[in-house]
């Protein structure tokens, strides 16, 4: 199986939109690896491959100005423009602290 049937069947996932239908790629908050999912972060965006890629620019230390930013097809991409970083957000108190 080719990474692109991999990436094609993850954002068919996504767009089942069970949740928000926008994902984001990040570092767990609890310190437990990293995520990819569906999520209504500032962050998240309608692709899993855009996901990917500002996760990927993110590691890198360069910001993303989402609304410049294209999908592969050409699009521009409709998430917030933002400058949070998922750095910044506080680490969740224990009580806070989800199962995922």
């Not at 962050?43 to 100005?65: F, L, Y």
Request: hydrophobic fraction near 30%; glycine fraction near 8%; proline fraction near 5%.
């Amino acid at each position: 199986m080719t990474d692109t049937k991999l990436l094609d069947w993850l954002e068919k996932q996504n767009a089942k939109s069970r949740y928000t239908g926008r994902c984001v790629f990040r570092m767990s908050t609890t310190g437990r690896g990293w995520r990819l999912h569906e999520t209504s972060l500032p962050d998240a965006v309608p692709s899993v491959r855009q996901a990917i890629r500002n996760a990927m620019r993110d590691e890198k230390g360069r910001r993303i100005n989402f609304t410049e930013d294209h999908s592969d097809d050409g699009k521009i991409l409709h998430a917030p423009n933002t400058k949070t970083s998922l750095s910044s957000f506080p680490p969740l108190r224990r009580d806070e602290k989800g199962g995922a």
